[in-house]
């Protein structure tokens, strides 16, 4: 069982939520951080603070103050005037993982949204009605702007869903459910399209598909060695204590316990060759790095399935700050990195197949 609002998201768990092997419940803790949140927000409104997002309009508007009676249309409206993504679908899957991700941000307490809203999320993701999502619109440095807006659209009862794993109009699944669209107010709108869900969403299906490739590199390294007859003292433990990298070491020990009984390499043990190609006594230095950018994307990414990333965060009713947690370049850069990672054992595993030629 995981609690949002008590327990910490990992990759892991996401990906259990995902698949339905791993039950998610909205935690006592939870409700408190929420209500409490939403009481700031209410509070702001009842006494006129100027605060952005709140009662004020947004970018180059944001001196421009909203009346309460305005309030909850300018909710509607930001998520309409966002909606704005072109091109095919995302996969259903990361569009479920968006909303996972956002749950567990929104139930930090931070965000001002009423308790009402999470319930409903937590519906879609529970019942596997997941709204359908563009897959090109995010600009990353204003957060996931229009990816949001969709993902949230059916909340008002407008949009698209994947329903039994047809695409159909909001307002039919309402019907079926007899669902009533939401009434967002102050601040909600702007909580749910703010935020880095989007990018977050790859980052996790990026961590879980390059660990897969990762432990397959390792052995399908340790059966290229095997059969071009290569040397197996390079895995050795004493070699790489002294140049002690994390990945490294994890690929030398790996692939050192795949071979070491191999009655293939004990055949070479007395042959005359100094040394074997790169592509084969390299593999712990280049599998090793792409673990190592690994490691560092899983890193920042279970910092951010824990973050609160839209703006401005309600500390209190007299304690908002408008800053930048939104932009997405925490993640960006590790993206990148894994990226070239990902093609580096594609490229190694490429050159033992030229020495086995």
């Known amino acids: 069982m995981f609690s949002y609002g008590k327990d910490l998201l990992t990759v892991g768990k996401a990906i259990q ?25 209410e509070s702001i409104v009842a006494k006129h603070q100027k605060v952005y997002g709140i009662n004020t309009g947004f970018g180059v508007l944001c001196d421009t103050v909203i009346s309460e009676a305005q309030t909850k249309t300018l909710q ?67 957060g996931d702007l229009a990816p949001l807006a969709h993902l949230f659209l059916p909340l008002l009862g407008l949009g698209e869903v994947f329903d039994e794993n047809k695409i159909v109009p909001t307002v039919e699944v309402f019907s079926k459910y007899h669902l009533a669209p939401l009434q967002l107010g102050a601040k909600e709108g702007l909580a749910l399209i703010n935020g880095t869900q989007f990018i977050l969403a790859h980052a996790v299906t990026g961590v879980t598909r390059l660990h897969y490739c990762l432990e397959l590199a390792d052995v399908i390294g ?44 004990k055949s070479h043990v007395d042959c005359e ?3 074997d190609p790169y592509s084969l006594r390299c593999m712990p230095q280049v599998h090793g790095a792409s673990r190592n950018a690994w490691l560092h994307l899983k890193e920042l990414t279970e910092i951010e399935l824990n973050a609160v990333t839209d703006n401005p965060i309600v500390f209190g009713e007299n304690d908002t700050i408008s800053g930048g947690n939104f932009h997405s370049q925490p993640l960006a850069l590790p993206l990148d990195y894994a990226t070239l990672a990902a093609a580096e054992i594609g490229n190694i595993s490429d050159r033992r197949c030229w020495q086995q030629g």
């Open 76 to 142: 509607y409206n930001l998520l309409c005037s966002h909606s704005v993504g072109v091109g095919q679908p995302i996969a259903k899957d990361l569009a479920k993982l968006m909303l996972i991700c956002k749950v567990q941000s929104l139930t930090k307490g931070f965000s001002g949204v009423n308790w009402a809203t999470v319930e409903r999320i937590l519906w879609h993701i529970e019942k596997d009605i997941i709204p359908v999502v563009p897959e090109k619109g995010s600009v990353g440095a204003s």
């Open 222 to 265: 340790a059966i290229s060695l095997e059969a071009l007859m290569g040397s197996i003292k390079p895995f050795e433990a004493r070699l790489h204590q002294v140049r002690p990298f994390r990945g490294n070491q994890l690929v030398a020990q790996r692939i050192y316990h795949l071979v070491k009984d191999s009655e293939v390499l």
């Open 273 to 275: 060759r100094v040394q």
């Open 17 to 41: 939520i995902l698949n339905g092997t791993l039950k998610a419940t909205l935690s006592l803790e939870a409700r408190t951080n929420i209500l409490q949140s939403q009481q700031y927000v």
